[in-house]
């Protein structure tokens, strides 16, 4: 069994990329969380979150998959065919 039972040995991290909504979600709630310090309690001064700029979240479905089972049939198709 894994140390972390949600890690998945056969999906590779693809990058920086990768969790980028998650990060912008946790930004979101960290800046909200300055502002409610700096408006109810006056702990901070400025709020230093919402200068970071947002990563750029890939909204597409990566459809790899679907191209090499297209050449695999069309391979099969072509190996299939009497040679004349």
Known sequence: MLANP???PARP???PIDGAQTLN???YLLGQTYKLCIMEWEWVADNHVFQ???EKVRNG???W???LID???ARLESNQ???A
């Open 81 to 83: 065919r009497p040679s």
């Open 52 to 54: 970071i700029a947002k």
């Open 61 to 63: 479905i990566e459809r």
């Open 6 to 8: 949600r890690a998945n």
């Open 71 to 73: 050449n695999w049939c």
């Open 25 to 27: 979600d946790k930004l």
């Open 65 to 67: 998959h679907v191209s």
């Open 13 to 15: 991290c693809t990058g």
